[in-house]
Structures are given as C-alpha cells and as structure tokens.
C-alpha cells in the first residue's frame, strides 16, 4: 500500500510537471529580458563565446541612466580585439531561462536597447536544444555613446521543423559582430518579443511581374541563372558561411531567387569556374522593397586560393526591377570598386559571386537573370558600314541615333551600370529630358550587332 501511495506520488509529480511545462511551452518565452534584480535575465547562466578569453557577461548598474533607457540594471559585454567577429553571449538551452516557445504573429518582432562606442552589427539569433538555428539577424546602430533601441523582424524565420530537437528555447546575442581593432564594451538592455504589423500595401512587398527578358543572343551569353538560356552548372546559391535566407519561388511561371534577412550570400561555382575572360559585362536583375545599397563582388580563385577580388555598390530603387549591366573592367577600377586594394585583375576563374547590402541583416532582394555577356561591339568598319552615328554629345533633351538598318533597341545605363532607359524601334531621336545630368553607356542594337558609345548629358 505504501509503494501504491509513492507510485501514486510520483505520477501525480510527473504530471503537475508535464503540465507546467506545457503551460510554459503555450506561455512562451520569458520577457523582457530587462536584467533587473527581480526582473528576468540577470539570473540566468549565460556563456560567453569566441572572444578569446571570454569575459563573464556583466550585469551592472545602467552606466548611463538617461535617454530611452533609465533602469537599473544592464548587461555589459566585453568584445575583445582578439575576439572573433563573430564572438556573443548565449542563454542556457535545454533549461527555463528563455523558456521553449514557437514563432507566432505576436512574437516576431524583437527589440533590444543598445549603448555602443562604435557603429556595429548587432546580432540575434535563437536555437534549441539539440542545436537547430537559423543564421543571425543583424542590424547595426546608428547612434553612439547613448542608448538606442533596434528593431529585428523574425517574421521570415521558421520553426525548427519536426525531428529537429523541438521548439526554440536559447537566445544568442552577437554585441559588436565586426573585425576589431580594440576591445569594445558595449551595454545591452531590455530585449522584448512583440507583435508583427504588416501595414505595407498589397503589391508593396513582393514583384508582381518577372524581371524583364533578357535580349541578348545566347551565343554571347555565359548564363548561371535564367529562364531565357541554357544554364551552366553552380555549385550552391546558398553557402554555408552566407547570411542570409534564400527562397526559390516563381512569378508568373517564370524561376526567380529571393533572398532575406540578408547580410551577404554567397553563390559558389568551383566545379565549373567561369572563365569570363572573353565576356564584357556581367548581369543582374535586382528588386528590393526595402534596400538602401545593394553590393556586388566577384572573386576569381586559384584552384581554392582566392586570387583577387572586386566588389562595387549601387543604389537601386524600391518596388521596380532594375537591370544592372556591370562592365567587367569596372570591376578592376580602383574608382569604383568599394575596397581599392581589392580589384579583380584576373577573371578566368570566377568561383563566386556575393550579393550583400544594406539595411545589413534585413535586406530582402528578389533576383533573376544571372549571366556574363560578350560586348558583341562592331567594328568601326561596321559602323561606317551602316552610317551609325549618334549625336549631339553632350546632347541636353534630344538625343538622335541614325543608322542606315532598323535600329532595334536602344539601352541606357548610369554610371554605376543601371538601366535607365529602354527604347524599342528607334525611328531617328530619343528623349532624354528625363535623365538627370551625368554621364551614360547607350547601348544600340542593330541586327546582331551591338554598338555601345558614352553620352554626357547636361
């Protein structure tokens, strides 16, 4: 009878505890993490990590009381010159600091109050106990030496799927994730989970059409990704060490690549390197609701090694497609390259390409259209052939494009290689009223042949 009393006991503890921790698991997670003494957070056993030493995360008393945040207690982060980049804190998984929890509409967006000396990425990102994670959301501050509260929305991440160690119960923070060349404290504070409005706009968020088909001839094209060629074989659109999220999808029938929570993302192609040393541009098409700068980098590699780099950034307009059409010379240009000692001097092995922009860690681009294409410029011989001309130069409203066979097409593109302008059958002028003052790449299709002369418009 006293064992059945026991027995009786210990099913009776067992269910309480299923019980609780179900209500835990309905609850949610703990917050906000404020830190305080009777609070939630500065209890908890966080582990520091890659940061050489790893200096015990601090709570203090809030070393600047002032502004947005005038509580008591914050945690205080150590980043050491030393440290990787990449070095954070954790939450203890597999306990009830955090508390397991699932995403949901009223969860996914997340706050944090940061105090920096320094413009950095903060990093968030959350797992489980057997490890499943997503890459990091990063967003970096604006302000320094006062507190500021960023915004990081989750709203695109997934659940750890079925069979990978349950719900998400562990918060990682990544403070400073950035190269070094101090040791930086930083001072973080009151993380809160919150509710997703979508106030956007139907059509706002997403392209409602494709991107523009491609005109060039196949034989004068190097394509790695597009409906309108035969593609040549990449490794991964996605590597390991990306971050970033990338989601196949179609419109309107036609393939397109979204990535987001965008930092950077790799596409890799070292089972066939791209010996671009014959091709004159390289092509992308770009659509972005929400991108500042949108950066694109080639890197040419010696077997694994990497030989030489270069990247270049564009400022592109929201909630259109843009077609940008990148000189491979403007690659090796110390002019426009974003890092001058890094130019892509050599291009016959092409082993990846990098997009990355900004806002960092929350850009979100759609992409299309992915090749290398041959100038197919003609000859002067061809040119007098045909009586090609285009004038004036400098021209201000009117441009006039003559030729003795049907010009078919007529591109513009800026400066940084974005098309601007699209003229199908040009009879004998074009208006360019609309371009603002600068200089230009027209591009004149005739026939099979490609004729391509600068413009300064003023």
């Known amino acids: 009878m006293q064992y059945a009393k026991q027995k009786y006991f210990k099913m009776k ?79 203890q998984s597999g306990g009830m600091d955090l508390g397991p929890f699932t995403w949901d509409d009223d969860n996914r967006i997340i706050t944090i109050m940061v105090w920096k000396s320094e413009i950095s990425n903060v990093g968030i990102k959350f797992a489980n106990p057997a490890g499943w994670a997503q890459p990091e959301l990063l967003v ?79 034989e004068d094209v190097y394509s790695l990704f597009s409906n309108a060629y035969t593609d040549n074989p990449v490794d991964t659109w996605l590597t390991e060490w990306s971050q970033a999220q990338l989601e196949d999808l179609q419109i309107q029938g036609v393939d397109t690549k979204r990535y987001f929570n965008l930092d950077f993302a790799g596409a890799e192609t070292f089972g066939a390197p791209v010996d671009a ?7 992308v098409d770009v659509w972005s609701n929400n991108a500042e700068l949108f950066r694109v980098k080639l890197a040419n590699f010696i077997g694994e090694d990497l030989d030489n780099e270069g990247e270049i950034a564009f400022e592109i307009a929201n909630n259109e497609w843009v077609s940008l059409e990148i000189p491979l010379a403007d690659f090796a240009d110390a002019d426009l390259v974003t890092d001058p000692s890094n130019l892509l001097t050599n291009r016959d092995a092409i082993s990846q390409i990098i997009f990355s922009g900004t806002p960092t860690g929350s850009l979100e681009v759609y992409i299309d259209n992915v090749y290398f294409s041959k100038e197919s410029l003609s000859s002067e011989e061809f040119e007098a052939e045909v009586g090609f001309s285009m004038y004036p130069n400098p021209a201000r409203n009117v441009l006039t494009i003559e030729s003795k066979l049907q010009v078919d097409e007529v591109k513009i ?46």
């Open 277 to 283: 040393t014959e091709y004159d541009f390289f092509h």
């Open 13 to 91: 503890k067992f269910t309480i505890t299923l019980f609780m921790m179900t209500c835990l698991m309905a609850i949610g997670q703990n917050g906000p993490i404020d830190f305080e003494d009777d609070g939630i957070g500065a209890d908890w056993t966080w582990t520091v990590f890659e940061n050489e030493s790893n200096p015990d995360l601090e709570i203090i008393d809030n070393p600047d009381p002032s502004g947005i945040n005038t509580s008591d207690k914050v945690a205080q982060f150590t980043a050491l010159e030393a440290g990787q980049p990449f070095a954070g804190c954790e939450s």
């Open 413 to 458: 593109f800026d400066i940084s290689g974005r098309l601007v302008k699209s003229v199908q059958q040009v009879n004998t002028t074009l208006d360019i009223s609309d371009l603002k003052d600068g200089v230009y790449m027209v591009s004149s299709k005739i026939g099979d042949h490609m004729v391509v002369r600068k413009l300064i418009k003023q």
């Open 140 to 218: 970096s501050n604006t302000v320094t030496n006062e507190w500021e509260e960023l915004t990081f929305d989750f709203s695109d991440y997934i659940n750890p799927p079925d069979g990978e160690g349950g719900p998400l119960d562990q918060i990682i923070v990544f403070p400073d994730f950035q190269n070094r060349d101090s040791d930086n404290v930083v001072y973080f504070d009151n993380i809160s989970f919150g509710e997703h409005n979508d106030n956007s706009e139907p059509g706002d968020e997403e392209p409602m059409e494709p991107a523009p088909t491609p005109t060039e001839d196949e």
